[in-house]
Nanobody
Framework: QVQLVESGGGLVQPGGSRGLSCTAS????????MSWWRQAPGKERELVAA????????NYAANVKGRFTISKDNSANTVYLQMNNLNPEDTAVYYC???????WGQGTQVTVSS
């Protein structure tokens, strides 16, 4: 079954860090670019970070650049999003996607609050 499963969400204090994982099954991420998106309450879904199939190219939204890091482990078939210096504006459901193919995970909630 082709699917993406995110994990790692939870409650984080402002200024804290959190790491998200996205494990793929049914296909190899080695052959695909992958992305992380997020959707905050009452807002449009937005692209957070993207990584090329080779992992050599990464891109970030301006509001997370310098704080978030996207990476991939092809052997584990997993994409990661390391988030540092979190603030309440980062509160959202985070989704992993196989870029441009319409395959999305179910999402994982990240809440930044004291």
């Amino acid at each position: 079954q082709v699917q993406l499963v995110e994990s790692g969400g939870g409650l984080v204090q402002p200024g804290g860090s959190r790491g998200l994982s996205c494990t793929a099954s049914g296909f190899s991420i080695r052959s695909f670019a992958m992305s992380w998106w997020r959707q905050a309450p009452g807002k449009e879904r937005e692209l957070v970070a993207a990584i090329s199939s080779s992992g050599s190219m990464v891109n970030y939204a301006a509001n997370v650049k310098g704080r978030f890091t996207i990476s991939k482990d092809n052997s584990a078939n997993t994409v990661y999003l390391q988030m540092n210096n979190l603030n309440p504006e980062d509160t959202a459901v985070y989704y992993c996607t196989r870029t441009g193919t319409g395959l999305w995970g179910q999402g994982t909630q990240v809440t930044v609050s004291s």
